[in-house]
């Protein structure tokens, strides 16, 4: 038999015995005893919060002086805490009553600085003007109103910024230059810190922005119907954005827009561009990348170039006549004299000049349209009698010569020239024609012929039986007047006017009793609806009408309003504002957009009344220029009240009014 040789620690000839080998057995808790503990703890939860009563011990009120105690409400308070609201903590519950009756809080509450200060100002209140603590009194209340006034300003100052889309980087120089013209301002930059101001503006801005979209949305809850528009475009750094606005009858029950938000779909990366190009030609289609919309968007502008061009036809032929000239010193390239040949030779021709002329008017009558489809309080009603005004002065331009092409035929018919100018290739034949055709196309573009025809479709378009202005001036004919078309609209809406107990039989009654009120009305039917709206007694008297009514005036006929939206997120999200994100980007439109004049911003009650915790600048705001200035005046002030409770100190204080921190410091 061969021993081994000993492991390192072991002693040679000893061998350890299989139990000293095993570990010692560990001591498991059983799942039964932590149940146990756990419901133990529960139940003493329980018992200590809902069973056990405490109840009110008036030995406190020796031990604290300053402990108050409401019989009738059950509560405890600090008294000098409600006595100095400007400094005490209005969230202890001592300062609000509190009904728990705990010592311990008696005793975290009663060493607390925001104690002490209070009753060292209940204390001097009671002493009088003789008190040493009075003078410092006042001090911190002449610093608090000088802050809270610099508070407004800072407030005024960060909201013209943003009403104004200006940069943030702007707040801190305006913020200088109204503390340099002597306005009462706390610093909010420093030397080491210049991105400073433009964080307190982000701050300032949340409140802004919370206070304006308040109210708007507790207008947007009340209301009883909505209708929400959504509308899609790409921004300057290629981002799909959805802007949203809702439309609501606002207090005086007149159609209202407002801007709600702005939604972000996807971002844009190089390589999800090439995978989506991959797909689209594996399935042999077409992908178009999204960029912006360059250009004018809208008729009214292309009218109004289109006019200045007939109207100053002979300043445009004179300037090219002139940079064609051979006597022109210096001469213009080759490139500037070809292009001045070619618009020359446009302007000169007969047809291309009677063509502008009735393009002109044409785009007169379709601009009108389009200004009317882009109206705000736009109903049904009113688009529809826009459409059938614009297709009949269309109808008209496709049989006879407009004004301005009869100007330009009996000019060139008489002298052969127009303004002075010589036309060419005379031919009248071919503009007839081609004027035909315009018109054709005109009219086959229309809005109300491209829309196909359905039931849901047709039924808005019948609420022109609500329209005084159509009714029979016979009184048999007005009663059975709109009979059938009002059958169709209560078929639609029937089960809306089941949600609000709304029968048929109802309805026709009201029916009635509006034809004899309406009658006499000589205003537009819009406005007739809001004044029943606005009347309560109507309301009720025009139950069933009154929801018809709302849904009419809430329906939205254009999105016009999301493209001027869109023109504010441009003006918005500049070249100082391209890392925007979507929600601060949202925020900056709201405000902008729905935000009031500058001038007449009422300031929110926190901002009057509050100090920097209350106005969401959260802890830690420091309106002096340097960090550690208010903490220095804190440790002074305890340090004062500290030494002026020595009896010994008293009658020093009475010879001297005053201290400085060098003293506080020797002493």
Not at 281 to 300: Q, S
Not at 582 to 611: A, D, H, K, V, Y
Request: some cysteine.
């Amino acid at each position: 038999m061969f021993l081994s040789p000993p492991k390192q620690g072991e002693q040679p000839g000893k061998k350890k015995r299989k139990a000293e080998l095993q570990s010692p057995p560990q001591k498991r808790e059983s799942k039964r005893e932590s149940q146990s503990e756990e419901e133990r703890i529960q139940k003493a939860r329980d018992y200590e919060e809902k069973e056990r009563a405490r109840a009110f011990i008036p030995a406190w009120l020796d031990q604290f002086p300053w402990l108050r105690f409401d019989k009738e409400k059950n509560e405890m308070f600090f008294e000098p805490c409600r006595n100095v609201p400007s400094i005490s903590d209005k969230t202890c519950s001592l300062y609000k009553g509190n009904s728990k009756f705990r010592k311990t809080l008696l005793d975290c509450h009663d060493p607390s600085k925001k104690h002490e200060m209070c009753a060292a100002a209940a204390q001097a209140k009671i002493d009088g003007e003789n008190s040493v603590v009075a003078p410092i009194l006042r001090g911190l209340s002449k610093m608090q109103d000088e802050l809270r006034a610099g508070m407004i300003n800072l407030f005024h100052v960060a909201y013209f910024v943003v009403k104004s889309e200006r940069p943030f980087t702007d707040f801190p120089v305006l913020v200088d230059l109204n503390r340099r013209t002597g306005a009462k301002m706390p610093c909010v930059t420093t030397t080491t810190k210049p991105a400073h101001g433009k964080y307190f503006l982000q701050k300032f801005f949340v409140d802004i922005y919370q206070f304006i979209y308040d109210p708007i949305l507790a207008e947007v809850k009340s209301a009883r119907f909505c209708s929400v528009m959504i509308d899609g475009a790409t921004d300057k750094a290629t981002l799909e954005q959805e802007i949203v606005y809702v439309r609501y009858l606002d207090s005086t029950k007149r159609p209202k827009n407002v801007f709600f938000s702005i939604e972000h779909h996807y971002r844009f990366s190089p390589k999800a561009l090439h995978e989506l190009r991959l797909v689209a030609e594996a399935l042999e289609e077409k992908v178009l990348k999204p960029t912006n919309l360059a250009g004018a968007r809208f008729l009214p502008y292309i009218y109004k170039a289109n006019k200045i061009v007939c109207e100053s036809y002979a300043v445009f032929v004179t300037y090219f006549q002139d940079l064609l000239s051979t006597e022109r010193r210096p001469k213009p390239s080759p490139k500037v004299r070809g292009r001045a040949y070619r618009i020359l030779t446009f302007l000169m021709n007969y047809d291309n000049v009677l063509f502008s002329y009735f393009m002109r008017d044409t785009f007169e009558a379709l601009s009108e349209l389009s200004l009317n489809f882009q109206k705000d309080s736009l109903t049904v009603c009113d688009a529809v009698e826009a459409l059938e005004t614009c297709s009949l002065k269309l109808v008209d331009l496709q049989f006879e010569p407009t004004e301005g092409m009869q100007e330009v035929i009996d000019a060139v018919s008489e002298t052969g020239l127009f303004r002075g100018t010589k036309l060419k290739y005379v031919n009248e034949g071919q503009i007839v024609s081609l004027r035909k055709k315009v018109i054709g196309i005109c009219a086959h573009q229309a809005p109300g012929e491209k829309i196909p025809r359905s039931p849901e479709r047709e039924c808005p378009l019948k609420f022109a039986i609500f329209d005084p202005s159509q009714w029979p001036s016979d009184r048999q004919e007005l009663a059975a007047y709109g009979k059938q078309d009002f059958a169709d609209i209560c078929e639609h809406y029937q089960p809306l006017m089941d949600e609000h107990s709304v029968t048929t039989k109802m309805l026709k009654s009201e029916f009635i009793l509006y034809k004899s009120y309406a009658a006499a009305r000589k205003t537009r039917m819009p406005h007739i609806f809001s004044g029943i709206l606005c009347d309560t007694e109507r309301c009720k008297q025009y139950k069933g009408l009154s929801i018809l009514f709302e849904v009419y005036l809430v329906l939205a006929v254009n999105t016009a309003v999301c493209e001027r939206g869109f023109s504010c997120m441009k003006r918005v999200k500049n070249d100082w504002r391209s890392c925007l994100g979507t929600e601060q980007l949202s925020r900056l439109m709201f405000s902008s957009i729905e935000g009031p004049q500058w001038r007449t911003l009422m300031l929110p009650e926190p901002w009057r009344s509050g100090g920097p915790q209350e106005i969401g600048l959260g802890p830690g705001f420091n309106p002096w220029q340097k960090e550690q200035d208010q903490e220095i005046r804190d440790d002074l002030y305890e340090d004062w009240l500290l030494w002026i409770r020595k009896p010994s100190r008293r009658r020093m204080c009475a010879r001297r009014p005053y201290l400085t921190s060098s003293d506080l410091r020797q002493r």
